[in-house]
């Protein structure tokens, strides 16, 4: 067993040291061969994540191998950001092709998702914040692809300064941690909490705080959200990596200290009510956005945010299933974008009517006697506190009521019956996937807070009013009203760029490019 498990961590090195010894390699000779080291790195990790994965699967080898966590949370994440590393690099060989700095590229991805997979194994608190420092650099020279754009300079100055920020907070709750366990290893504090039981002292509530904190920032939750938007600027591959290998670290991050966050009542109304009201104005500013990689960036923190409420809620299989979902998604959507500017000009061309008050009605019948129904089937079979969360249900409500109403509108009954049969094996598939992922994470005896639901579900209701007023009420002065602040996105952004410039001064390369010609304006004058 003992020779197993010195395998089993020699594995999970050789991931990590692979990419990293093909960013080295691949930042030097030809172009073509910087490629072909690219894919051969990449098509390794990926073969060994999944290979680690089902030897963790099968062999129960123990939770913690050397310096690495290797729990099924940390190998499913390790197969994930691997997965995105060998779709990117490939994708990247021929978008990029006649570019300037491919070699730079390929290099700097190996070494950014390098990074994320040390980061996602680590069990020391003081090797994940370096790696995280490490994903953070490697990334910033990524969005300065186009160095000449001030859009692209602008967002890589402002990720640059809350990165550092919320690598702060995270390093002041490791310390924090530090000092009250004596002892940096992950797998020991985290299980303190979660079998441990009573009230937080003072400087763990503090910990909490800041973990959230840490998570919200690099979540890009609402007002520090404009970097993400502005960094579409960057290759189309940048923003899949971005998207569906990077920021989904927040999430990981708090999935991870779960079993801490859950036990302080301030870290969780924190988070709720941050990403709570983040992720409903996000998703209704997304619904004003004609450009396609704009709104999937305003997707992204929407979903970002809501992922984060679940974890806060105590549903860590749930979000845990949300975060694999939404990065393969966003991956895709991304590096698809073309595509999707075709369907989406197809599906403007065609407006469908709004529903008409007896068809809400039908609808909002059908989908909650649906969901009721599949709630009842599943608190009978299991007794998973997962399913004592009401607001997951008021959204999946919500969403069917949504889209049967809107179908039933366009479509005739016949299709409308099939809609609902697929609505049915839909809900069946969220609660069988749910039940699945709760055993991939650890118990964490967490009961869901009867406010914290209820704040969430009034979110989804007034998402839902939102949505409706955007949609289906144009001619009412609070959607005109609305529909204004969604364009301005509520001006957030332009009050914490002003600021941000204010206390960190950046000349962004069309100021230098005006203050140069201004210069040799006036030289040539005199």
Known sequence: MHGNALFFTFLLTLVPAILALGAVTSARGP????????????????????????????????AVAGWWHSGMLQLVMLLLANFIAFVVVRYSATYLQGEPRQRRFV????????????????????????????????????LMFYPDRPRAALAAHKKFLFARAAELCAMTAFLLLYLHHDTGRISVIVSDYASADGALTLGEQAAACLLALAALIKCAQLPLHGWLIQVVEAPTPVSATLHGGVINLGGYLLLLFSPLLLRSAPAQALV??????????????????VSIKVRLAW??????????????LGLTELAMLHLLAHSCYKAYAFLSSGEAVEQDLLRRQAPGRSPTPSQWLVAGLISVSLVAAVVALARRLTEAAAFDANSPWVLLALALTVLLAERNSERTAGSVVGFVGLAALVVLAYVGLKTLFAAFLPETGHRVSLWGDLWVSVLFVLLFAGYWLKRHGLHYPASQTLNRYCYAGFYLDEWVTRNTLRLWPHDLPGRIRA????????????
């Open 31 to 62: 172009r073509g061969r910087a490629w072909r080291i690219g894919r051969i790195t990449t098509t390794i990790g990926l073969l060994l994540s999944a290979s680690l994965l089902v030897l963790g699967l099968a062999s129960g080898l123990p």
């Open 107 to 142: 290099a700097l991805v190996q070494a950014v998702f390098a990074a994320v997979s040390v980061a996602v194994l680590s069990d020391h608190l003081l090797a994940f914040l370096f790696a995280w420092l490490g994903i953070s650099l490697a990334m910033h020279q990524l």
């Open 272 to 289: 709720l009510t941050v990403a709570g009201l983040g992720s409903v104005l996000a998703a209704l500013v997304m619904m004003t956005r």
């Open 299 to 312: 997707s992204t923190s929407a979903q970002m945010g809501l992922m984060l409420v679940e974890i806060a």
């Open 515 to 526: 203050k140069q010609l201004h210069t040799a304006f006036r030289g040539s004058a005199q």
